[in-house]
């Protein structure tokens, strides 16, 4: 058998792998995050969201959504060299993103049980 034939059914084996793996990871909605912003963005997302009077302030002219802090919390960037991750008791984040278009840097608390947003800055 040729080199190029083998080549072949290697290739042809992968892809139906990697369809089936496809269809199977899909069904359990599992996310893997190994990368520290994904990891940190998916604890966030995992939590009760709080927020200061300020913020509540802002929601509550919908001025932002929850929704918006959703979105956010799925397609932001985590600032690691602005953040304290050593806080105690909790670690304070700088969550990079766009809210309705606009580019906003989110400064919060990540607590044992709970989130606590405090400031949005748009730079």
Request: proline share 4%.
């Amino acid at each position: 058998m040729s080199l190029i034939k083998r080549i072949g059914f290697y290739l042809i084996g992968f892809s139906l792998g990697l369809v089936f793996l496809a269809f199977f990871f899909k069904e359990k909605r599992t996310e893997f995050c190994y990368l520290p912003n994904c990891r940190v963005l998916k604890e966030i997302r995992s939590k009760e969201l709080t927020f200061t009077p300020e913020i509540q302030l802002l929601i509550d002219n919908n001025t932002i959504t929850l929704e918006d802090f959703k979105i956010l919390f799925l397609e932001g960037d985590i600032d690691f060299s602005r953040s304290n991750t050593n806080a105690k008791p909790c670690k304070n984040y700088l969550v990079n993103g766009k809210i309705k278009g606009n580019p906003v840097e989110v400064a919060l608390k990540n607590c044992a049980n709970k989130i606590v947003v405090e400031k949005v800055n748009t730079p």
